[in-house]
């Protein structure tokens, strides 16, 4: 019933906001397109076939399918030993799965929204993040704690959390975040065999969105090393960093971009944790320049951390001040124009980028 009430509320938002949503799709010459929802529901499939330790638990992944349908049709291919339907009680089915997975077994934990994971904090971090430390390497916890992040729309400051930040500031997990379908496929996979706890941070959003996958992705061995970002859109004047849903506003911000003659190098980070530091500060070598784009909070964010490396690593590189674009420092306003206002838009990419190749005013001088 919680997700049915969830569905209604949002209804009629992603009505209005899939249009645009629509429009930051990156295609190519791929045989097949395929959604993100059916990238991660093909993964969780291929990998329970292939290792029977690998069980799903969260509330209503059964028989209602999951919340957004991502573990449709398992149930009844798997029965109800490996797709467990959990009461709302996160703190009590996360502790069940940490246990599980030191006995050896697989756990995918789905958290409805990772708002909720708030409620099993202690677990993801205390039990299952430190325990293989703790236990001199005695202790392997293979578990995925997978769901919604980020901002939806029209659910208030107390479901439009990004915890990127959060979990990736915690030795001990890996923090990966997919835009597109392929990273979907690939990083949820290469979640499911890593030995470690890995959180894997979604957005509903994408959930619909189609992209483009080869021949090659769709095999039922692929997936994608954990701590290696993508270079999206190659280019020489300013790197762009971003993941998730900010990737393909990155994307589309370097469309506009180019007509004024700007050539934007996008990255997609992919994994938050591990950070790939290399690929990040070689391009920032490369342009000279380096704007980040999240959704969470600016304070201690992800950008903040990929500020310090370049600064650490390429400062004698930087031709102009680095650009950070985040959302509001405020909780996420439930009125849909404030909402808007308080999570990035492309615009707002544009005219960072403008300001870093000195196209605009800066801000400083407008103060």
């Known amino acids: 019933m919680l997700a049915i009430s969830r569905q209604r509320i949002l209804g009629q938002c992603f009505q209005k906001i899939r249009p645009a949503v629509s429009e930051l799709r990156s295609y190519s010459s791929a045989a097949k397109q395929i959604t993100v929802r059916e990238a991660l529901n093909s993964s969780l499939d291929e990998e329970m076939s292939a290792d029977p330790k690998v069980f799903l638990m969260g509330e209503e992944v059964g028989e209602y399918q999951g919340a957004y349908k991502i573990t449709k049709g398992l149930l009844e291919k798997y029965g109800p030993e490996r797709v467990l339907d959990t009461p709302i009680t996160e703190a009590g089915f996360t502790g069940i ?3 599980a997975a030191y006995y050896g077994l697989k756990p995918v934990v789905e958290f409805m929204t990772f708002n909720f994971s708030m409620q099993a904090i202690d677990h993801i971090i205390n039990s299952a993040a430190k325990s293989n430390y703790m236990s001199a390497g005695q202790i392997s916890v293979p578990i995925v704690f997978r ?3 980020g901002a939806a729309a029209g659910v208030g400051a107390q479901h439009s959390q990004c915890y990127a930040a ?12 997919p835009y597109n379908s392929e990273d979907a496929r690939g990083l949820l996979k290469a979640a499911i065999r890593d030995p470690d706890p890995v ?3 979604e957005n509903e959003l994408l ?8 021949d090659e992705v769709l095999d039922s061995s692929f997936s ?10 190659e280019g020489n004047d300013v790197t762009i960093t971003a993941f998730s849903k900010m990737v393909g506003y990155a ?9 004024d003659g700007i050539n934007a190098e996008v990255i997609n980070l992919r994994s938050i944790r591990p950070l790939d530091r290399s690929t990040i500060n070689a391009s920032v070598r490369k342009t000279n320049r380096l704007i980040t784009v999240e959704e969470g909070f600016p304070q201690h964010g992800v950008g903040a951390e990929i500020c310090s490396s370049v600064v650490e690593e390429s400062f004698a590189y930087l031709d102009a001040p680095v650009e950070r674009i985040a959302g509001a420092d405020v909780p996420m306003p439930y009125a849909a124009n404030l909402e808007r206002m308080a999570v990035p838009q492309v615009e707002d990419i544009v005219r960072a980028a403008k300001r870093a ?3 605009s005013v800066p801000l400083a001088a407008t103060a």
Do not use: H, T
């Not at 959930?207 to 080869?214: A, I, L, N, R, T």
């Not at 994307?251 to 007509?259: C, D, T």
């Open 207 to 214: 959930y619909g969105e189609s992209f483009p996958v080869s």
């Open 224 to 233: 994608l090393p954990i701590g290696k970002a993508k270079i999206e859109r």
């Open 147 to 149: 769901g919604p992040n």
């Open 357 to 359: 190749c000195y196209r």
């Open 166 to 177: 959060w979990y990736a500031s915690c030795p001990g997990l890996k923090v990966l975040s």
């Open 199 to 201: 959180v894997f941070l």
């Open 251 to 259: 994307l589309k911000a370097a469309e506009i971009l180019e007509k």
């Open 97 to 99: 799965g940490v246990g």
